[in-house]
């Protein structure tokens, strides 16, 4: 399932219409910094000595607000992705203690997502039109899962599991507009 749907947005992004969105972060380390937060977050599942399943606690990626976002303009799509990598940051900066993570792990990929969110966020000047409805989803991770669940190891490896699909999907959209210059 969760293949078919990353396939579909790859497809929507590669798709989107050409955009003069020029952005020199983009062309240069965009990519790399991505695949280090991807790297980053997926060392965290190493470290990670809990399994769990969604059950209960569940929230629904937002496959439609992707969606959305990738029919939008070239300048909110990219607000989009600065979006969820904000979201993403303050997420991470609840406790995480009783997550296995290192500590270091954690700083180094907070780091590098404010670090990207900063530099697409330059892209796009004062454009910072904000997505309600991500800001919610965000929230409910939070409140759903991390508070309900006591911000314990499971909780956090459910969030860590979500957000890693958010950024591959972001990067997605970010990438359509690279691919379209």
Same mark, same amino acid.
């Given at each position: 399932?969760?293949?078919?749907? *990353?396939?579909?947005?790859? *497809?929507?992004?590669?798709?989107?219409?050409?955009?003069?969105?020029?952005?020199?972060?983009?062309?240069?380390?965009?990519?790399?910094?991505? @695949?280090?937060?991807?790297?980053?977050?997926?060392?965290?599942?190493?470290?990670?000595?809990?399994?769990?399943?969604?059950?209960?606690?569940?929230?629904? *990626?937002?496959?439609?607000?992707?969606?959305?976002?990738?029919?939008?303009?070239?300048?909110?799509?990219?607000?989009?992705?600065?979006?969820?990598?904000?979201?993403?940051?303050?997420?991470?900066?609840?406790?995480?203690?009783?997550?296995?993570?290192?500590?270091?792990?954690?700083?180094?990929?907070?780091?590098?997502?404010?670090?990207?969110?900063?530099?697409?966020?330059?892209?796009?000047?004062?454009? @910072?039109?904000?997505?309600?409805?991500?800001?919610?989803?965000?929230?409910?991770?939070?409140?759903?899962?991390?508070?309900?669940?006591?911000?314990?190891?499971?909780?956090?490896?459910?969030?860590?599991?979500?957000?890693? *699909?958010?950024?591959?999907?972001?990067?997605?959209?970010?990438?359509?507009?690279?691919?379209?210059?």
């Amino acid at each position: 399932m969760l293949n078919r749907i *990353f396939f579909a947005l790859l *497809f929507v992004g590669l798709c989107s219409s050409g955009s003069s969105l020029n952005c020199k972060w983009m062309e240069g380390k965009f990519k790399e910094l991505n @695949k280090e937060m991807l790297d980053l977050l997926r060392t965290m599942a190493n470290n990670s000595t809990n399994t769990t399943e969604e059950g209960e606690n569940t929230v629904a *990626f937002p496959h439609k607000l992707y969606s959305h976002a990738s029919n939008a303009s070239a300048t909110d799509k990219l607000a989009f992705v600065v979006q969820t990598l904000e979201e993403t940051a303050a997420l991470f900066e609840e406790d995480h203690s009783a997550a296995s993570w290192e500590d270091s792990t954690v700083d180094k990929f907070l780091t590098v997502v404010n670090r990207q969110a900063d530099e697409l966020s330059s892209c796009i000047g004062s454009h @910072k039109k904000k997505n309600t409805k991500l800001h919610m989803h965000f929230k409910r991770l939070s409140g759903h899962i991390l508070k309900k669940m006591g911000h314990s190891a499971d909780a956090w490896e459910l969030i860590r599991t979500k957000i890693e *699909f958010h950024l591959m999907s972001a990067h997605l959209l970010a990438s359509s507009l690279r691919t379209a210059n």
